[in-house]
Antibody, heavy 120, light 112 residues
Framework: EVKLLESGGGLVQPGGSLRLSCAAS????????MSWIRQSPGKAPEWLSF??????????EYNPSVKGRFTISRDDTQNVLYLQMNTLRAEDTAIYYC???????????WGQGVMVTVSS | DIVMTQAPLSVSVTPGESASISCRSS???????????VYWYLQKPGKSPQLLIY???NLASGVPDRFSGSGSETDFTLKISRVEAEDVGIYYC?????????FGSGTKLEIK
């Protein structure tokens, strides 16, 4: 059974940083692309970033809305996906999900999400 | 960015009846490889989104065949036949043709 478990969320002040983790199990993590997606209260999901697998050189893509502030990475030895978030703003307040990409590229599994609140 | 526009904002359906949700993209989602990169997700109350339909018309694993997807290059429809109480939630379309990957604003399905 595929499981994705996010952690690392919480309350942070504007301008602060946070690193989210996503522990994966139930599939060969190293073989698949992985994404971070967020959802502000009452809003649609917003894709943030994905990281390709080793076969594709771990290259990354970002939504322009977070490019330069957020960094995605992965540790295939520990089956963990990360999102480093810097210079956080109030509008970054949201539930953050990690999602696994299928072989076809679409998001076939999502984690349960972790809440990030940016407020003074 | 490719904008995904959904309609209606909400729909109220009697159990056993059908419901249709529309999604329009600001750009053709038909790739030269013949694949149309539109997807449908359902977010049940308090849960993460779950995949229903991939590549416009393919049913995801474990999804009842009451759900079906269809469309053209820019106009897409999710149809739910014989709606059940468990189908309540917010339905989102999304595109994976190009970055940034984008979602529609959602359609809330309620049961009468």
């Amino acid at each position: 059974e595929v499981k994705l478990l996010e952690s690392g969320g919480g309350l942070v002040q504007p301008g602060g940083s946070l690193r989210l983790s996503c522990a994966a199990s139930g599939f060969t993590f190293a073989d698949f692309y992985m994404s971070w997606i967020r959802q502000s209260p009452g809003k649609a999901p917003e894709w943030l970033s994905f990281i390709r697998n080793k076969a594709n050189s771990y290259t990354t893509e970002y939504n322009p809305s977070v490019k330069g502030r957020f960094t995605i990475s992965r540790d295939d030895t520990q089956n963990v996906l990360y999102l480093q978030m810097n210079t956080l703003r109030a509008e970054d307040t949201a539930i953050y999900y990690c999602a696994k990409h299928s072989d076809g590229g679409y998001f076939d599994y999502w984690g349960q999400g972790v809440m990030v609140t940016v407020s003074s | 960015d490719i904008v995904m526009t959904q309609a209606p904002l909400s729909v109220s359906v009697t159990p056993g009846e059908s419901a249709s949700i529309s999604c329009r993209s600001s750009k053709s989602l038909l790739h030269s490889n013949g694949i149309t990169y539109v997807y449908w997700y359902l977010q049940k109350p308090g849960k993460s989104p779950q995949l229903l339909i991939y590549r416009m018309s393919n049913l995801a694993s474990g999804v009842p065949d009451r759900f079906s997807g269809s469309g053209s290059e820019t106009d897409f429809t999710l149809k739910i036949s014989r709606v059940e109480a468990e189908d309540v939630g917010i339905y989102y379309c999304g595109q994976l043709l190009e970055n940034p990957l984008t979602f529609g604003s959602g359609t809330k399905l309620e049961i009468k």
